[in-house]
């Protein structure tokens, strides 16, 4: 039996409603997760088989555990359920559909990093002389600012980029979402098949959804459709989300919608500067609830950027006494500033985590020359792995010889390199590696023969991969070469700390970073007028101001310096941000 006594009145009413569809507009702190996978356990009670449902998240962190309070509540049967992001929704449907959609089953994905890298090779190639971001633009269909001869450079090198992502059995990060979209879309056979797999679909933050996403939940036409989000930290703009679609569907009379607004996580001072600052702006209306009493919030104003973080560094050794224990956070709206307090804060002692794509375990070269190996014994056609452990074996000469054999003679890049005179111990070696992958007995194990066998040295991206491992093993998810390629691709693999955070150290993030966690204690640096707010829409910088202040549980101060220092030498006088006035906290 689900246990369904801890709901409130207005979770139970999002828990237990009867209508197919349902938006459930959650406020921070109002208990979303367990709305809604006692949701999905709801449905199970009620015969409906995890396999039919599809949970939409929009980061890997949130659909594990997600998925995991899921199996808690309904046992092994939740392991059946598709509960990731939604590019990793799209990864699936084109393996699955890959002949029909123009692919092999054995595809890769190109991440950012790899696709500025093969746009700067077709500008060099191609001669063309406008700046690489003039071809993104023009491949998100941004093309309102640019010229004549702009759009046509753009578009000869926008089509280059495009074929040499075919030629290479690749997708980009963006076209994942964009090839599943047009095939629900125009594809009636892929459509019905999904359409009678998915009949119940959950989206989880709704509001970070961009109009491509939502135009696959619509033509997915899902029986019952409930989605969960909180138009008030809609923080993902600048990335294509339309807070329009949130906003919209709480004025469509087809959607039945449920406010949570009861807060469990802060005190009231808290919540009510919260509140204060929020209805600046246009948005539903919802209102958090309080009833934890706290200390006020706290604002002090240093004399300098650098002062703001020296102040803080009595306050922090005292919370991380054993007898006080809180968790701390310290939130800035720029990646700079955390950098600048985190030098402060080493030099004094004080013990402090930030979390950057820098951690990433699979940044680092010798890392990239194991994917590099994973790949392309998954996909030979993957040009830029094979030209990388094509490069580490055999060298620069015999490499730049083959490239030109393969534009001299048309051929592909893997083509090119076994007509070389030289490349017969090289294509050997690949092949032992291949063998090697494919009997191991799992990924970690194939990883480690081939690490040992090439002579790579990543201890720290082995050791992501038998917690990726685990993790899987753990969800009821596959763990395969191709799952791990797709786990790297598909996001930051560094993660955020863990709900039981460490209370002897201080955590340093930007705001956007922090969003979905939580601290006793947080202090947001940097309040100024042109720092936070930030540039950008105003509305959305609110919003973010609005996710900063919600992470604290029980203590938030807030800090101005009187002068910014520069860093570089110089320095600047501030005014107080206006977010300062807006939420009465000064």
């Not at 890997?60 to 899921?70: C, H, Y």
Request: aromatic share 8%.
């Amino acid at each position: 039996m689900i246990d369904y006594s801890g709901l409130n009145p207005e979770q139970r009413e999002a828990v237990f409603s009867d209508r197919q569809r349902i938006l459930c507009l959650a406020g921070a702190g109002t208990g979303k997760t367990q709305v809604l996978t006692r949701r999905i356990a709801r449905l199970w009670e009620q015969g409906i088989n995890p396999e039919n449902m599809l949970a939409l998240t929009f980061t890997r962190a949130a659909g594990a555990e997600m998925k995991e309070r899921v199996i808690g509540l309904i046992g092994p049967d939740g392991k059946k359920l598709f509960c990731n992001t939604f590019h990793a929704f799209c990864v699936e449907v084109i393996r699955e559909n890959a002949v029909q959609l123009g692919y092999y089953p054995n595809f890769s994905i190109y991440d950012q990093w790899e696709c500025a890298e093969i746009l700067k090779a077709v500008l060099h190639d191609l001669r063309i002389k406008i700046p690489a971001s003039r071809v993104t633009d023009f491949i998100s269909g941004k093309t309102e600012n640019m010229n004549a001869v702009d759009l046509k450079q753009a578009e000869r090198a926008a089509n280059e980029f495009r074929y040499r992502l075919r030629r290479s059995n690749a997708i980009d990060f963006d076209g994942l979402i964009s090839t599943v979209k047009k095939a629900i879309a125009e594809d009636p056979v892929i459509n019905a098949k999904l359409g009678a797999r998915y009949r119940h679909v959950f989206v989880d933050e709704f509001q970070d959804t961009d109009s491509e996403q939502w135009e696959i939940v619509k033509n997915l036409r899902p029986e019952n459709l409930f989605v969960v989000g909180d138009d008030f930290q809609a923080i993902y703009g600048f990335r294509g989300s339309d807070i329009s679609i949130i906003l919209s569907l709480a004025d469509d009379p087809e959607f039945h919608t449920v406010k949570l607004e009861r807060n469990y996580r802060s005190t009231e001072p808290i919540i009510e500067a919260a509140n204060t600052l929020i209805k600046h702006n246009t948005q539903t209306e919802k209102k958090l609830i309080s009833e934890k009493h706290g200390e006020p919030v706290g604002f002090w104003e240093p004399e300098d950027d650098k002062t703001e973080i020296t102040d803080l560094i009595a306050r922090l050794k005292r919370n991380q006494e054993p007898a006080i224990a809180r968790t701390t956070a310290i939130l800035a709206r720029t990646n700079k500033q955390l950098e600048n307090a985190k030098i402060i804060l080493t030099a004094n002692g004080v013990p402090c985590e930030t979390k950057s794509s820098a951690e990433n375990p699979f940044s680092g070269k010798e890392a990239k020359e194991l994917l590099a190996w994973i790949t392309a014994i998954e996909n030979p056609e993957d040009e830029d792995a094979m030209r990388r452990i094509a490069l580490a074996y055999m060298g620069e000469i015999a490499v730049t010889k083959a490239e030109r054999m393969q534009f001299g003679d048309g051929l592909t890049f893997y083509v090119a390199l076994k007509e070389l005179d030289d490349s017969g111990e090289f294509f050997e070696f690949y092949g032992q590696m291949a063998e090697m992958m494919i009997a191991a007995d799992d990924t970690l194990t194939g990883a480690a023969q081939v690490c040992e066998h090439a002579k790579i040295d990543c201890p720290a991206a082995l050791n992501a991969i038998a917690a990726w491992q685990a993790k899987q093993a753990e969800l009821g998810e596959y763990a395969t070469p191709a799952d791990l390629l797709e786990y790297v691709r598909l996001a930051d693999v560094t993660s955020k700390p863990e709900k039981e955070r460490d209370a002897s150290k201080t955590y340093l993030m930007t705001v956007h970073g922090s969003k979905g966690l939580e601290f006793d204690e947080v202090y947001i640096i940097g309040a100024a007028q042109g720092v936070f707010p930030n540039r950008g829409d105003l509305q959305e910088e609110r919003r973010l101001f609005y996710v900063a202040v919600t992470r604290a549980r029980e203590y938030l101060h807030v800090s101005c310096p009187r002068n910014l220092s520069g860093w570089g030498g110089g320095g600047k006088h501030t005014e107080h941000s206006q977010f300062l006035k807006e939420s009465g906290i000064v």
